[in-house]
Every structure is written in C-alpha cells, then in structure tokens.
C-alpha cells in the first residue's frame, strides 16, 4: 500500500537527531517556556525572513489568540465581521466564531481553490473588522488588491499558513504578508512535531506581547493576570523537534515541488483536473489535489490498486453539526470542490516507484 503520508518513515530521517533532542530535554528538567521555546521561536524568525514569533499550543489556538489579542487591544469587539473563505479546514473559522466574532463566507475561485479576492468587496459592511485568508492547500492566497482593499475599508488581514509554510509571494514568505499569522506544526502538516504545536508571526509587536500573555493565562509575570488567558503553550519536547525539522524544510518542501510537477506533466486523463499552474512557484503542496466528476469511484480504484488518498475536504464547514444556524447557506463552488476533490499522496518519503505507479494507475482509470 502507498500511504498517504507515511509519518514513521517521515520521522524515521532523522529520528537520531530526535531522540538526542528528547533526551536533551528529558535530561534537562524543564518542560515549558526554555530554551527549546526560545531558539525555535528565533529560527522561525529566521525562517520567516521577519516578524515575530510566539510558539503557542497547537494551530487553532494560534490563530484564536490573534483575535483574542486584537479583542483586548480594543480593535475588534464581539459582533464584529471576519471575511473568511467558505473552502477551508473547519478551524480557520473555529477560531472566529470561538472569539464570539462573525464569519462571512465567500466562496473560493474554482481553479486555485483559495478565496476569490474579487468577491470580497461585496461583502464588506459597517461591522467587517478583518479578512482571514488560507493559503490552502499550500498555495499562496494573496494580491496587491487585496492589500487595497485592506487599507481602503481599514481591516487587518490575518493569515492562517497552517498549510503553507515556506511558501512565497513576490520573494515574501506567507506568513509575513498581512498584519498576523497562525502556524500549525501538527504531524501531518509541512513542518510536523511529534505532537500537537503551532505559532503566531506578526510584525506588530504590541500584538505579539499580547499574544505571548494570553497564552500564558492572561499574565506575564507570575500569578498577576493581566487579562483572562488560555493555557497554550508550546511544549519544550515539541520546540526541540522542531528545532532539528525546521533544519530540513527546505529541502522537503523542494522535493514536494519535484513530485508535483512529476504529477503535472505526466497524469494525463481528461476525466482528472489537475492543479493550475499559476503563481507555482511560491506553492509548497502541503497537499496535491485533482479533481474529478466521479471522486469517490476513483478514490476505491486507486484503493483497489493500493493507492492511499485522501479528501480535502468532504463536508463544508457551514454544513457541519456545530454550525447548523449557517445550514441555509448554500455556496455552489465550496459545494463542488468539496464533492469532487482528492489528495493524492506527496511527501518527502516517497520514491520514485511510487510515484510512478501512482502516475499509471491514474492514467488507466476510465470509470
Ligand atoms: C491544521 C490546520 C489548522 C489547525 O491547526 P492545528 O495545529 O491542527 O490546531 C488551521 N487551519 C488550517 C487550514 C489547517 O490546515
């Protein structure tokens, strides 16, 4: 069988490395807020090329903290609006309403996947205080329009780059485009831990302290709390193997790049829609998505022939349990991504045999 995405395999690189960055930290006797924290926080910044960086629990935490410090700082209030697309993982909108603010669906453009900037306009009103954009998928979700748009209504633009680490736009690391930034490092993600971890990037540094203090139980110096906080925190054991991962993103990221463009120049079978190639070069394929009219016959040949996908995803959010007041929604290209996309698998891990045969297989599908 080719797994999706073989995490022992993708661990087992350099598992040496990690299991001396464990034991370090074991030997150490301290568990949070150290100097794990502290040194991937400033190789991020680093990595970045900018900004400043907050390790915190997990990606949704990050990126509910941004709007619980924006909260506190007094630049958004309950009630108020957050553009944000319809096409997205559940917790990018998590995060807004959890923050008792309002999310605004729009739908995504059909051939990038990611938010259609032209759409958003409309949908700005009195009470809109930001615009949320996923680069989902691993592609850059971004345009001096809406950086216009942005300035000419007076939002904040907050970035969740839980899926696109590395990724660039005009030279600019995603992440470090718009005014805040939510990272997950969870397994499956680009930039894996062992665990569960993720970060805040922003170049405002009032916003950043205030960050830092909310997830710490609303205090920065101990036992006075300043506001009512989380517990986010990022493990010190999760900093330590990050620390030796982030060493080798580059290089992983490349050899998604490798396989991608293998996929694109050799599936060829017209009842399978293959990326578009625009703006390709700042994309980091956290992961790879064709599409096809008959998604869930290709997805039990492709089993058959043992191939491993997966669906990005298959229910929209706004059709979720959680959120049934949004029930009545109804957007037709969320609603059509969702019934025809798939995942193929791209990792730094799979040889050449297997991409091969993924290749093949595809090719010969005629269902
Ligand atoms: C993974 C993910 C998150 C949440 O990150 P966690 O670390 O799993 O909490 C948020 N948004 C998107 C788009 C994601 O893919």
């Known amino acids: 069988m080719i797994k999706f995405l073989d995490l022992q395999k993708i661990n087992g690189q350099y598992a040496e490395e990690l299991k001396k960055a464990a034991a370090e930290v074991i030997d150490s006797g301290w568990y949070l807020l150290g100097e794990q924290v502290k040194q991937f926080e400033s190789s991020l910044e680093v990595f970045q090329e900018g900004g400043n960086a907050v390790a915190v629990a997990n990606g949704l935490d990050a990126l509910r903290l941004i709007f619980k410090a924006y909260i506190e700082l007094g630049l958004m209030k309950q009630g108020d609006e957050v553009i944000v697309p319809a096409n997205t993982y559940i917790a990018s909108v998590l995060a807004i309403t959890d923050n008792g603010l309002i999310p605004v669906l729009v ?41 216009a748009l942005a300035e000419k209504h007076n939002l904040k633009i907050i970035e969740d780059n839980a899926q696109a680490i590395g990724a660039r736009f005009n030279g600019v690391r995603t992440g470090n485009l718009g005014d805040a930034a939510g990272f997950s490092f969870y397994p499956g993600k680009n930039l894996g831990a062992l665990g ?83 703006e390709v070069d700042g994309h980091v394929w956290h992961v790879f998505v064709i599409r096809c009219n008959k998604r869930d016959e290709l997805q039990a040949y492709l089993q058959e022939h043992g191939i491993q996908t997966l669906i990005h995803y298959p229910i929209p959010l706004y059709k979720q349990e959680c959120y049934s007041y949004m029930s009545a929604i109804s957007l037709a290209i969320t609603e059509q991504i969702h019934a025809q996309v798939l995942s193929l698998p791209i990792s730094a891990v799979i040889d050449t045999d297997e991409i091969l045969k993924v290749v093949a297989v595809l090719n010969a599908f005629n269902g």
């Open 196 to 278: 569960d971890a993720g970060a805040v990037v922003t170049k405002d540094v009032e916003l950043a302290e205030t960050v830092r203090t909310l997830a710490n139980y609303g205090s920065s110096q101990k036992y006075v709390n300043r506001y009512q906080g989380l517990n986010s925190r990022m493990d010190e054991i999760q900093a330590a193997f990050l620390n030796v991962k982030l060493r080798y993103l580059e290089a992983e990221t490349q050899g998604r790049r490798a396989i991608a463009a293998y996929y694109i120049a050799n599936i060829k079978n017209s009842k399978i829609i293959l990326p578009s190639l625009d």
């Open 107 to 147: 739908e995504p453009d059909l051939s990038s996947y990611n938010l259609d900037l032209n759409l958003i306009e409309n949908k700005i009103t009195a009470k809109t205080k930001a615009i949320m954009v996923v680069h989902l998928y691993g592609r850059v979700c971004w345009g001096s329009e809406l950086v």
